[in-house]
């Protein structure tokens, strides 16, 4: 009788971790009370706490606005650090809900490591940054370098093809995080540091002697940065990438952070309204609010204010926005109807 | 005898199996290993039910794909269009180099520290007590991190050698000098030290799978004929002592058999040394060794070393003194009793814990990941376990061979330990 006692909770202990990995994620966040976003273990301007421990960045403002969408309270998210080699684990297990964190969409993270990437909210590329003493003015001149290297990302395989592709030799670094690239750069363990050019550009900003490095002009790769989600939960994926578009549009409609009130009282567009919840039940299609979509715009503002209070022209990192202007503006920022 | 006889033989009851001792031990026996059985096919169930809910398959062709990256050390040709495969005996060789320079360090000094800290000199013994001390009671991995840092924060740049053509019209030195006459560099990335080439060598046999260097093949016949025919040179002035009493003078004999042969191999296949020379960045031609590889050797080899040196001292501890003291009545000095008379008795009680040292060691290497040295764990169980998204597969992998590896060196340390045991006789 005891085997078939525990016979029975052995079957019903499966079933239940069946039933609980089958659950939608909306759902497990919901009863949870905070969506948990897998971020950077600290990258400037992107994801990094600031000096009273708030997250603060590009990809975390991202999260924030999908936690107002879901909870209409930017505040409600956790963030969990995650290097470049534990990222995509913590997501598949179920540690985190979505991962924001500077992640490169390729086929194989796509479909091997099971993962949906939902947008591109980065494009960037592959760079290098040396110091300015080096007398180095083109990637091309690395030949018999040493080069540090961050583990776990594209930009490994992009630094051994580029170096393939053009004959010359290096002697690869392979650290852990970024923190560990930059001590060993700036000790001069390494003559030139590769990740994609916006965390060069950030991790310059944190140099301080910022003025003493340069960031190569060649750009080696196509890196398209963007959150991610697990396979299998296409509606979870659907929040995501469509709070990250309400974004968009509320920039290109020119609703910000500031003005989202009143534009929903006196607009006329019937794109706006439906974006702001005031017709066409957008919301509730997608299993939230119909105000949800408002909610993430007034809590972080637009895509552009928020690239513009995180790594934008003036701020320390002084990224231009380059291919990640709105299509209006002959960038690649592009988002499809919202109907 | 007749209460004996009562027990009634034909009437087994199931409940006798919980009730009576002859069958208790057994019940019990059998349920927990149902239990037992139940759990690994649940914890299976579970494994292949998660890998299904996410779409993936286990599956270890992964391995014969393009690994696509490049490794720093590389002790067997590997490019970035070798496979994972490939990849994964890279890191395996890097394991076992470190694994096995680290053991002999560690022996060495454990050794000489466990001696030492017995001694009657009070400095010495207290000196010993610090380093053990010291090196015991702090994790591993900060004397890692901190031997690194210390090499790559203190030695200079490979550009303070470069002399420019000012300072050469100054008459300045640079800021930075090679040593050991111009030959060996220890910069902040490593130690450029000089690599042998041969003009004359060998060539390599190529067998499919591994290619076999004849050169190296060749010196290590010759060493190994060498010390053959030393300890045959050496068995017979034995026999001779043992017959007539008279030692014959054999040190000019060994000398010329260990080096003679080697000198005139060297010579044969045209010996000399690559110096390595600044070049662009960095040092070339040589030998690089990473500092990554010389602080995790000299981490693991002090840690480990601290831990050998109790154990030696608990062996010679374990000899009763008596044996001291009747080396001492027949004469003998201090050094010969330790080297004849304490260390081959302690030998038997050293050897069982110093397996287990051995083991620690060779897994602590998995923690070069801190110090960006790709062993296994840095090639299969990093990069490779990334690039590819097979954690299941790439850990059980590296679970297998780690358990190899230890196994291999249990078995070995075994024997040794059988064959220095009291034979009974």
Redesign the interface.
Known sequence: M??SV??GV?AA??MV??VA??QATLETVKARGELICGSNTGLTGFGAPDASGNWVGFDVDLCRAIAAAVFGDPTKVKFVPTT??TR??AL?SGEVDVLIRNSTWTL??DT???LDFVAVNYYDGQGFMVKSDLGVSSAKE?????VCIQ??TTT??N???FF?QNNIS???????DDS?AQR?YL?????AYTTDASGLAASRATMPDAANHVILPEIISKEPLGPVV???DSNWGDIVRWTYFALLIAEEKGITKANVEEVATSTADEEVKRLLGLSGDMGAKIGLDNAAFKNAIASVGNYGEIFAANIGEGTAINLARGLNALWTQGGLQYAPPFR | MAVASDVPKDSFRLSMLIYDTRYRSITIQVFVLILFALFVAWLLNNTAENLATRGKEFNFGFLWQRAGYDIGQQLIPYTNDSNHFRALLVGLVNTLVVAIIGCVLATVIGVVVGVLRLSNNWLIGRLMTVYVEMFRNVPLLLWILLSYVILSETTPQPRDFRITDEMAAAGEAPAASMILWDTVAVTNRGTNIPSPLFDRGLGSLDLGFLSVNLTALAYILVIGGSIWVNSRIIAAARARQEATGDRPVTWWKTLAVLFGPVIALSVGLGLHMEVPALTGFNFQGGILVAHSFTALVIALALYTAAFIAEIVRAGILAISRGQSEAAFALGLRPGRTMNLIILPQALRVIIPPLISQYLNLTKNTSLGIAVSYLDLRGTLGGITLNQTGRELECMLLMMLIYLTISLIISAVMNFYNSSVQIKAR
Do not use: I, M, N, W
């Open positions: 005891k085997k525990f016979l052995v202990t499966t971790a069946g990995s089958a470049g080699e995509f684990t598949q194989s993270r091997e490591l099971a690395l030949d018999g370098a040493t583990t776990g490994e395989l630094l051994a093809d393939k290096y002697q690869p670094v392979t650290v852990a560990e060993q000790a001069g363990a390494c003559d697990r396979h299998g």
